[in-house]
C-alpha cells in the first residue's frame, strides 16, 4: 500500500490564538444574545392599556370588561370570572383604599371607547378581553379554564 503524503502548507494553518480567540468571542457574543433575549421577556410594557393614565385605572378598565362582557354576568369558575377575580387582586395589591376611583374611572374610559366603537362594540369587547387577558399573563397569571 502507498504511503500517503500530506502537503502541508504554511499559510494554510490557523494559529491557536485566532482560533481560540475567534471561539471565545463567538461563544460571548451568542451568551450576550441569549442574555438580551431572555431579559427582554421581564421588560416593562411601554404603557398601559388602553391610554389609561395608571395601573390602577387599567386594573378598572379589565375589570369591567370582565364584568360586562357577558350580559348577567361572567359564570362562575368561568374564563370570565378568574379574568374579574384577577383584576380585582391587582386593585386591591395596588391601592386597597382607593379601589371605588379606579373601578369608576376605568369604567368611564370603556363606555367612552363602547361609544366610540358604534356599532361594533361587541366586537370592541371581545378585543378589549383578549387585550386585558394578554396583559394579565404578562403580569404572571395563568388562566385554569385553559387547562
Not at 499559510?11 to 471561539?23: R, T
Not at 457574543?29 to 395601573?55: E, K
Request: aromatic content about 14%; hydrophobic content about 45%.
Amino acid at each position: 500500500m502507498p504511503a500517503v503524503t500530506h502537503r502541508h502548507r504554511e499559510e494554510e494553518e490557523l494559529s491557536p490564538i485566532l482560533v481560540w480567540g475567534g471561539g471565545l468571542l463567538l461563544l460571548g457574543v451568542v451568551c450576550f444574545l441569549f442574555y438580551a433575549i431572555w431579559r427582554s421577556q421581564f421588560t416593562r410594557s411601554a404603557g398601559y392599556l388602553f391610554d389609561t393614565a395608571n395601573a390602577s385605572v387599567e386594573a378598572g378598565y379589565c375589570l369591567n370588561v370582565a364584568q360586562m362582557i357577558v350580559p348577567g354576568g361572567a359564570p362562575i369558575a368561568s374564563y370570565f370570572d378568574e379574568a374579574a377575580q384577577f383584576w380585582t387582586g391587582r386593585l386591591r395589591k395596588i391601592d386597597p383604599e382607593g379601589m371605588a376611583p379606579a373601578i369608576i374611572a376605568g369604567q368611564v374610559k370603556l363606555m367612552a371607547d363602547k361609544t366610540a366603537a358604534g356599532p361594533k362594540s361587541n366586537v370592541w369587547f371581545q378585543y378589549a378581553m383578549d387585550q386585558c387577558s394578554n396583559r394579565a399573563v404578562t403580569y404572571g397569571f395563568h388562566f385554569r379554564s385553559f387547562d
